[in-house]
């Protein structure tokens, strides 16, 4: 069964402690694996795709890199306002459809 | 802006009622999906439309009923039959039908049993 895990579930830092956050996937094949970020009470804003093996992007204090089982969302020294919810998302093939299979979420508080 | 309007942000219903959630685009997408986010899970998907007049069912679509007339819009309706509906709404979309495309998402409705 295709299934994405995140963890870990929690996570307390501060501010300027780097860490990573991790999601690991089953599936056979990948189309694309995305981030978000999620404010509680908002809807996920995009982050990053990733399409490929060795494929890494950046964004501000965030970095998100893919292997063929997972992927990984590391944040340098982040601030207070990075706490939120970090959300991994998978499309499975076969190309063309519908489907998109999320992670529950890693929630991140980063402490002043 | 281009974006995906949801509403109403907070919704109240009662027991044997209906309520409809409006999902409204800009974007040009040609796809729309609406999921259910509920504490400690993952998104689950309630339905998806691909292109106008057509919508298939996801994985928890039994209690709720849509619609796509227009390219812009995909209301929800959540009817009496869904027996656990208080929760967090979430209407996205994605352009073209291929792979790989990302999905982006509306600030998301508030749906609560009173």
């Known amino acids: 069964e295709d299934q994405v895990t995140q963890s870990p579930e929690a996570l307390r830092l501060q501010e300027g402690e780097s860490s990573s956050l991790n999601c690991s996937y089953t599936v056979s094949g990948l189309r694309g694996l995305f981030w978000y970020r999620q404010d509680p009470g908002k809807g996920p804003e995009f982050l990053f795709t990733l399409y490929s093996a060795g494929e890494e992007k950046e964004k501000e204090r965030l970095k998100a890199t893919l292997t063929k089982k997972e992927s990984f969302l590391h944040i340098t020294a982040p601030k207070p306002e990075d706490s939120a919810t970090y959300l991994c998302a998978v499309q499975p093939p076969p190309s063309g459809t519908y489907k998109y299979i999320f992670g529950t979420g890693t929630r991140l508080k980063v402490l002043a | 802006d281009g974006g995906i309007t949801q509403s109403p942000k907070y919704l109240f219903r009662k027991e044997g009622q209906n309520v409809t959630l409006s999902c409204e685009q800009n974007?040009?997408?040609?796809?729309m999906y609406w999921y259910r986010q509920d504490p400690g899970q993952g998104l689950r998907l309630i339905y998806y439309s691909q292109i106008v007049n057509d919508f298939q069912k996801g994985d928890i679509a039994e209690g709720y009923s849509v619609s796509r007339e227009k390219k812009e819009s995909f209301p929800l309706t959540v009817t009496s039959a869904q027996k656990n509906p208080t929760a967090f709404y979430l209407c996205?979309?994605?352009?073209?039908?291929?792979?790989?495309?990302?999905?982006?998402f509306g600030e998301g409705s508030w749906l609560t049993v009173v």
């Open positions: 974007l040009n997408h040609d796809a």
């Open positions: 996205a979309s994605i352009t073209g039908q291929g792979s790989g495309n990302t999905i982006y």
